[in-house]
């Protein structure tokens, strides 16, 4: 059975700084692993997703992450924090027949300071 | 850029009322979902849709909820007889494709139902 976890429910970044949101996956078999963001009151927007071709992916608003099995993590990262990156960012695994079942983490809730 | 809608984005009932809540999925998606999220908790998976037919749903999808596609745009889930557990966020999605890793989910705003 596929499952996610994400440390830490909060994050605190100024400005500039780096982001690194953590996510660690548990998989029988090779996953598909996805990056959401939701700002509020808007619904969950994909930022990106590996799908077993590169190990480091480019995602929308200068986000990355880069898959690791040998620690079965997918971090989540930007160099440069904006104010306008404050939002609740999810990490997810594909499981299930059709693919459409996400596994969800409990979501990091990420501010920004100026 | 194409968006999944949701309504109502907010719904209050009693206890033991029926509930439905809409979407209005991608116009050219084949595959429709509805995912849900008790505050504080996880997005959990309910129930996949695909061919006017559920092709998954979890454990969660119990008797009580039902999911119906009753024209060409709308895709609604109903759930029988409210409890007080079933408040939540609900939140809608569609793909084009259901293939693990093709399919790329959109998801709607969410209703959120409150059950007193």
């Known amino acids: 059975a596929q499952s996610v976890t994400q440390l830490g429910s909060h994050v605190s970044v100024s400005e500039g700084a780096l982001v690194l949101l953590r996510c660690n996956y548990s998989?029988?078999?090779?996953?598909?692993l996805f990056w959401y963001v939701q700002y509020p009151n808007q619904g969950l927007q994909l930022l990106l997703k590996y799908t077993s071709a590169a190990t480091l992916v480019k995602g929308i608003n200068g986000f990355e992450a880069e898959f690791k099995k040998s620690e079965t993590s997918f971090h989540l990262t930007k160099p440069s924090a904006h104010m306008s990156d404050a939002a609740e960012y999810f990490c997810?695994?594909?499981?299930?027949?059709?693919?459409?079942?996400?596994?969800f983490g409990q979501g990091t809730e990420l501010s920004v300071k100026p | 850029e194409p968006e999944v809608t949701q309504t109502p984005s907010h719904q209050v009932t009693q206890m033991g009322q029926e509930v439905i809540l809409r979407c209005v999925p991608i116009?050219?998606?084949?595959?429709f979902y509805w995912y849900r999220q008790i505050l504080g908790q996880k997005v959990e998976f309910l129930v996949s849709f695909y061919n006017n037919e559920i092709s998954e749903k979890s454990e969660i999808f119990d008797d009580q909820f039902s999911v119906e596609r009753p024209d060409g745009s709308n895709f609604t889930l109903k759930i029988r007889s409210t409890k007080l557990e079933d408040s939540a966020m609900y939140f809608c999605?569609?793909?084009?494709?259901?293939?693990?890793?093709?399919?790329?989910?959109?998801f709607g705003a969410g209703s959120r139902l409150t059950v007193l």
């Open positions: 999605a569609s793909s084009k494709q259901g293939a693990p890793g093709a399919n790329v989910l959109t």
């Open positions: 116009s050219n998606h084949l595959y």
């Open positions: 997810a695994v594909s499981a299930g027949n059709q693919g459409g079942k996400l596994i």
């Open positions: 998989s029988s078999v090779p996953p598909y």
